[in-house]
């Protein structure tokens, strides 16, 4: 039977076991009609697809218990994240049930709103809209606009947009990183976006590159920073981080430069023009930083001189090293110079097919430029457009500057067909919303880079009545045409059938192997370049706006990418790594401008620029650079956020894109996100945000410890120092079994947050709205601290995550009245709710804080609750609940190996934390088990435990963060 | 007169340990499905008792899976396309694999949701199902007596030591503990296990 | 009789007194109950609303997962103490001054000590899992944690109330037998069932007697454990500023010192309406007075040492906590405390202080304040800055706990004033035993 059928029935019985929520008198349970091979119920099976949450393309496995996907994890065959996943991918289940998934076909009532339509009826007026304008010969008027595809599904989108005749497709990311193509084309002869070999280089110098929050591939460029820059894989490398505003990857940085904006390329070739004086560089490199002067390159860019120096050695003594550019500041109308002084940096120091891999391309190199989405949406306006098809995960009239006016050119088009399947800004303007599968239930492939080809299969049955866009395309494609199934050019019956064919070539009969693995992975070899030397025009990037301004760093946020990620929930309520805020968008001040203007955080701040207004509440930061203001892109609520009735999210836009200007790079003619200068007033209102971090300064508490590399290194030439037993009067507790423990590298860990989403995922944790996380109601089991120490304009920043520290002797056993907290014979500190009364004494003497109260009743609303782990228990209101070291994994493994007739070996159990970590921070492993990961990690001279002396010997065990000397 | 008023606290007393015993009996008693109503009545005791068939064969979940599972409307057509065709019972049957329609069966056994019961691991132990499901082959419609019963709660605070009634917590970790005590396994006693 | 200070009353008198507090009462103690049942609504409805939605109604918050409900739960268990001090510790020592004030003072504890009863209740998340709490053989196998402190207060505060009641009936039983005889109808029968049928005569008097004395020394190392017990819930505990061995005599002390304030505020309006001045006189004001005084001067000691004991440790989080409490968001608490209970009593070193009953109601009130704040400030701000820098924070009460805390009062205030009507809130048979015998001839003045 096809899988899809049989999907169709075991989500029946699915439902049944899915449930959370209270007891019923009597509930019926729904046996299969037909047995299957795939899914016993009450065990989980694993199917492999790729992420669409962004255009990195990771691998996913994806959870599925009777029928239901329940939990997202890395594929550890993919190559670009090997296991690993950020928090959107986390996350994207909460797109998959989302409560504003479009439960079916709309049609546009007039000019009122939507109603409800049949497939057929829909599709009909599609197929109309095509045969008529084809009749009238006006093919060209049809467009049709999707995310990235780079695989065969984009082919297919090309292919139908041929058959019909229509304007090529316009593939549609915001983040397209051309300024980088550009470049290459200019100093390599190569319109490609090259692999970046982090993993391989010793210092690596970046101008703005983002790549722990969204640069490319942050899942797989974070994994292999780590690599080369964790103490712990024997490597320490060094990373220089150039940026007006210390963003995430900035606090990862050994040395962060903070610079004036717009004038990383004249800081670059400051950096070429001291290697090619004091002889580090190839002397062919002077004409092209000829009329470079380090002095009043030092004014401009306003990094002293000597700091310049000592980063060219730094950069130029790396063997090899690797410079890299990206992110807001480097989306100037100089984008393109920048990135070609960069590429000369990379070339003089000899890094280019080192560190610098053409070859293996980014699939973010097939991204339409920005020149033709002008051109379209020139054409709208200019209604040429007469019919515009709108694939599912863009949104343009959210994700694209208001001085496009894109929102007004789409309302000028007569016919617009969205796919989306959640609504969104551009929806709304739509026509007919046919509402594609989500891609969890969807086919397709994606290939993130050369050689790379990920494949999608359906994890489950559409939750929704959706349809894949593939499929309805083919459908109306072919009746426009008047072809009928397996004639003319769009034979397939099914994009399913389409891409079966499509993949038979790559997989060679084995597309059951392929689906397990998850794709066809070859490698790719090194293409040999050339650089032409030329030299570069070094004027920092034009402004508009009022001269006096602030320049606008509006940056894509690591949460929610470009708006499509914050329908999530879990999203909105994880924090931001660095402010600590949830649920909000916020303007970041500077203190001086804060003085200057008398403002405080939660103050009402109106940004102005030639466009329009933004009013946002201000976030003050001392690191901010203080020309500059910055608002995080993709703050948005969805209906369903703002119907939770705990969220009172305010209606007006968070959306920098509102108040920036169409501005491009001169060059490149790339979308310029770094385009304008703001001016502040404050308008005396107040909408506090909800910071969940009390302070980042430690109070000498050494919660988060660090130590010097020379130090480290010796340490670890020595050794740990033996160990003292703990003096105490009671006999210490016997572990029969294992005893759980758990290791925390606080040098490895880089701020991502996945961890923390991995772990709401997995324990079934609800979220709690504005008001009460901004009142420490919060609910997380793990959460992420950020403590800053040294200078606050510069400070060393730590990143610890905090969870259960399971104590040998724990503070909160002693005091439950009834046993609900005890501890458990494998070294776990359990927490039984069914036994709590909830008189929250254990919370009051944890010194930790970590263990959480349901203070209500929180809510699902569906069909999230089908999302909910079924080997986890919902908790009831009133009730204490905390990190369990994921007991229910546990369990599993301990199960897994009695089956195998063996013990639980080392790697059987993984917590979720640990699985989605890309820099694998985490061990988790059994502490009576010498030879086990985290035993050995507890014996590091880095060990250490947090608030050791008050004695509660955590089972968790943290390793200080190794701070390079010159930091 | 004194007396009397003893009597009388002490009276109170009792009242208020019995109020509170039955409030926490009914507070934990879990749900369970009158067996009258199920959609086609299905008797245990010919299949498992005249026919002596396998409880897994029909219920064949329960060796690798936390649930013990239902057989299939095809797996239930497999013998009765021939066997007993005729019966009423049965036609109803073939009517839900014609329409293929899932049988809605009422739940019997239900654990509240904050327990995680394997049958998987029991299965492995070499459990029999009787000994939880009672004499399922004398069964004509299968039922299941548990919860918690106040007369159990008073006999306890007596000081008398009753068999907890099946299917309930005092239930299981007696066969636990006798269990490690006689046959030296290791079956757990943590809280968590079965808690989370 | 106004002026009761020129002829000692007779037993006549006493009776006559003491009865006359039994009339239907008039319109201001109706005023009262009305104002008492408004408020006791809000606590219900607000503790209602509690329990559906879910503890979230309440201003708790991490770190401050206990506030208001425990602060007013420890003031009412420290109000508590002075009636079993006054009558257990004062009768064994004989201290005849206590006779006038003892039967209110014991109402008065009994009354709190239920009203403190309900907070545990109130404060729970699952309240109606709250017999978890209690130890009984049941067929899950399971048992209390005898090791945690709140177990300890469930046995502490049973024990305390029962004993402390038994005791407040059985002193009770010879004045009910003179209601009897003075009482007609329905009354006279209630009365006559609850007097269990006492005469007065000789052997009654030698039993009771003996009774009493057992029950006074059963109940006098109670006084001392009960809060010693509460004590231990935040010295047993982690938390800068609870983890302290200070605290068993600290709690006693403060619970003695706030008992006695509560004593005079309820006893002073009681002399007043009922004209029991010949009961109630100055000499017992002023004993009283010179009692909160020492307490209070010692509760100072104790606020010393333990600001000496933060310093002297030099261990960087208990002073950091001690700073903030002083000089940060909760300062204000802090200091009203400071004032209430370490300065405000010092007026009662003047005689005339201790004997005017305006003075002595207005320290008093103070007092009972300052006690309410020094909960208060051990809990709230002690939770607000302790280990974790992440998850320091402010609490902000809730209109539920507002409601119920002052419902609290009102729970009390109605089951005390429903008290004083229908019994003697006086003790008739001890006081004749302070006042000579009636003669034959009319008794000469003294």
Redesign the interface.
Known sequence: MKRRDFFKIVTASGAAAAAGGCQQATESILPLVVPNEQIVPGVASWFATVCRECPAGCGVLARNREGRIVKLEGNPDHPVNAGALCLRGQAALQGLYHPDRIAGPMVREGSGGFKTATWEAAEKLVVEKLTALRGAGKGRAIALVSQLESGSVGALLDRWGQALGARPRVTLEPFAYEPIRAANRITFNRDAIPYYAFEDAETILSFGADFIETWLSNVGYARMFARMHSFRDGRAGTFIHVEPRQSLTASNADEWVRNVPGTEGLLALAILRVMVDEGMADRRFGDAVAGVDLKKAAETTGVAAETIKHVAKAFAHAKPGLAIGGGVAVTGSNATETQVAINLLNAAAGNVGKTVRFGPDSAYGKITPHAEVAALARAMAGGEIEMLVLGPGVNPAFTLPSGLKLADAIRKVAFVVSFANVPDQTSELAHVVLPATHWLESWGDYAPREGVLGLLQPTMAPIRDSRPMGDTLLRVGRAALGTEEGKGPLPWPTVEQYLKSAWEPLVKGDLEGALRRGGVFADVATAAVTAKIAPVDASPAKLEGDAAGLALLAYPSLRFYDGRSAISSWLQESPDTMTQAVWDAWVEVSTETAQKLGIARGDMLAVKSPQGTLELPAYVSPTLHPGAVAIPLGHRYTPYQQRLQYVAPDPRSMNPMTILPAATDATSGALAFMSVKVTLTKLGTRRPLAVLQATHDQDDRELAQHVDLRAAREQALRGKAPHEPPITLYADKQYPGPRWGMTIDVDACVGCQACVVACQAENNVPVVGKASAAYGRQLHWLRLERWAEGKPERPTNLFLPMLCQHCEVAPCEPVCPVFAAYRTDEGLNGQVYNRCVGTRYCGNNCPYHVRRFNWFQYEFPAPLEVQLNPDVTVRQLGVMEKCTMCVQRIVAGKDRARDEKRGVRDGDIVTACQQTCPTQAITFGNLKDEGSNATKLTHSPRAYHVLEEIGTRPSVTYLRKVVREHA | MTAKAGVGALGVALLAILIFLAVSSWSRQPAVAKPSNQPINFPHNVHVGTYKIDCQYCHSEARRSEYAGLPSVERCMGCHKITGAALPEVKKLAEFHAKKEPIPWVRVNKLPEFTYFPHKAHIRAGLKCQTCHGPVETMTTYAAQTGPRLTNDLLNLVGLRPAPPPLTMGWCVDCHRKENATAGRHAPLDCVTCHH | MSDGHSTPPTFADVNRDVLRTLEPPGNLYFAWMCVVALLLAGFFFAWAGQVW????MAG????Q??AMYITTFVFWIGIGHAGTLISAILYLFRARWRTSIYRAAEAMTIFAVMTAGLF?LI????????????P??????????F?????WD?FAISTYLSVSTVFFIVGLVPDIAALRDASTGWRRRIYAMLA??WEGADNQWRHYRRAYGLLAALATPLVLSVHSVVSW?FA????PGWHSTLFAPFFVDGAIFSGFAMVLVLGLPMRHFFKLHAYIQEKHLDAMGKLILVTGLVLTYFYLCEIFTSLYSGE??EK?SLFWKVTQNYAWALWTMYFCNCVAPLVLFSRRARTSPVVLYVVSILVLIGMWFERFNIIVPS?GH????????IYYPSPTDTMIVIGSFAFFFLLFLGFIKVMPSLSIVEVKETIPAPMREKAHGH
């Open positions: 939605w879910g503890m979230g708790k918050r991490v770190p997962m206990w545990p404060h729970a998340g699952r309240m109606w899992f709250a017999y978890f709490l209690l009984y053989p049941n067929q899950r196998y399971l048992w209390p944690n090791r945690s402190p709140l177990v469930v269990l049928g819930d047993m505990a982690l938390v960087h989080i950091a939770l302790d280990f974790y820098p992440y998850t320091w924070g």
